[in-house]
């Protein structure tokens, strides 16, 4: 499978591809739902527990905290809303009709903060169902290459920079499911909207105004927009909403396949400079933990390549099979990929749009391996945010240096839970033997 056709594309027929694989094993888990399947817990451990004795080694009480988030927001809920619309969501069931609709902040106030994962990091698994459950999603199904007047209104929201007023009536009051995916942020109360209205103008910079009036391909769109300095998160939106590429061709895209998407493209297109810079000449090791995740990015000289390790540890609610840890492993070579990362999906192009940020910064290029090792407590999936940060926090602080590949994994390794020799059994780029790298 190429990306040579159209690049992105490739990316969301492969997602599309395994969407009845990705339903059934991790998305659409309702909050107490997922946790009931996690072991050991079960009705008669939570009656004995009853919520204070941790016995499923769960603190604090998931099962308590869900209805302590819950019941004041259903007292929010009704069937008419007015507030603040920070993006639109688009899902990707029933592709190629989906249902598409804005969503609108319960709390005015942080209505921009509660769909915006750059500014998350620090927060714990609760504070961020918190933020979430405080968004409600409209939903309405439309056909992908439509062009409704509910659209192109979903389209104005989306461009806007600032979250817009609006006023939505639905055909019965939303309800409250916490719903997670491994790629999109937690979605919180959902309703099926009969209509809204927008009531005061958009805030739609002229860049972008003028970027998706011209007739230019989506890959070139985003790109543009975001050398001048629009983050992933806002254009992750804006190819959703169908507002990009040649107007022929223009549609709207799943926000879990744009998330992706738009990491992929910037990666690549920054990744044609930095094949013609300088080579780093030392090791170099960082690392970062947040939300139960530890990654340890180690840059080794040489021309490009990339590599990431995906590590869980047994026992989660995505390994409950499994009595050992299970190591995911992608990987690419100084040409690039030619298939979709199908083993770690969008936490393999979020990690490497961190990297490829990173050397672009530094002006330099690098083989990169990255380490990531996901631990019991991860219990809920956030979306891929999450390791777009994670590396991206380890890459600002100063680096470990180091003269040699052996002493660069001597100080890996007495971070990391498994063996370093698991890995290397499975990877690519530290296989190669280089005589210079062991000296």
Known sequence: MSYKKKPGCEIQKAMQKTRKFSEGKFCGFKISEGNFKMRPMSKELCLICKGGRALCGISPCPLLQRIRIQLPIQKKLSKDLFGPSPSIFVGHQGYPDVFLGPMTSLDPKNASLLDDPSRWYGSDFNEIIRMRSLLVRSKRRQGIRERTEFIEKSMELALATKPTDIEVEFNKKPIYSMRFSPISQPMGPSGVIERFKITENPKIPKKVDSVVSDEIKAVDAVFELYKNKFDVYYLTTVLSSGAMGMHENRKLVPTRWSITCVDDIIAKELMKEIRDFPEINEFLVYENTYLENHFEILMIPGKWEFEQFEAWAPKTLWTLAHEK??????????????????????????????????????????????????SEGYVIPVGVWEVRENVRRALEKNPQKFGTLKDALGDIK??????????????????QRRINEYI
Request: hydrophobic share 35%; no cysteine; aromatic share 14%.
């Open 325 to 374: 840890p299970v190591i995911q492993e992608e990987y690419e070579s100084y040409k690039g990929r030619t298939q979709y990362a199908f083993k770690e999906g969008g936490g393999y192009y979020a990690g490497r749009i961190a990297a490829v940020e990173k050397l672009y910064k530094m002006r330099k290029q690098a083989r990169v391996v990255i380490f990531r090792e996901i």
């Open 414 to 431: 007495s971070r990391l839970r498994i063996p370093i020799s698991e890995y290397i059994k499975r990877g690519e780029i530290l296989k």
